[in-house]
């Protein structure tokens, strides 16, 4: 095996294992969906008045991890490959999957969709 070869192999380990050692939790999940409903609570619709917006920071900053747990947990199915992870979440007839992998967040479909979903469950 030459050199090249060999530094090839070790660098393609080194990858596996960082990408394994900072492969995304549920919590983690949760964290990302909490702060991509207060990215959607930031950029409502400006038609909604200033009461009505505040009201719903209001309800986030105090019911927003009770909402995040026990809307999401209970319906978030994470699959765990290693080196990343899928998480399926379905909620008031909505889906979410999102690629989690290396502590990074890859939306495959729509996560403002239950962002919103949520954000009316909670007025």
Do not use: W
Not at 7 to 24: E, K, Q
Not at 64 to 90: A, C, E, M, P
Not at 102 to 110: A, L, M, N, Y
């Amino acid at each position: 095996m030459s050199n090249t070869s060999l530094a090839l192999v070790v660098v393609l380990l080194a990858a596996c294992a960082g990408l394994a050692g900072t492969n995304p939790t549920t919590q983690d999940y949760e964290a990302f969906l909490g702060a991509s409903l207060s990215r959607a609570l930031d950029q409502m619709d400006q038609t909604e008045t200033m009461r009505d917006r505040e009201v719903l920071r209001h309800l986030l900053r105090t019911k927003g991890q009770q909402v995040i747990d026990g809307l999401i947990r209970s319906n978030t199915v994470r699959r765990n490959y290693g080196l990343f992870s899928i998480f399926d979440t379905n909620v008031v007839d909505v889906r979410v999957r999102v690629v989690g992998i290396g502590s990074t967040f890859v939306p495959i479909e729509d996560v403002e969709a239950i962002t919103r979903k949520v954000g009316q469950l909670m007025l």
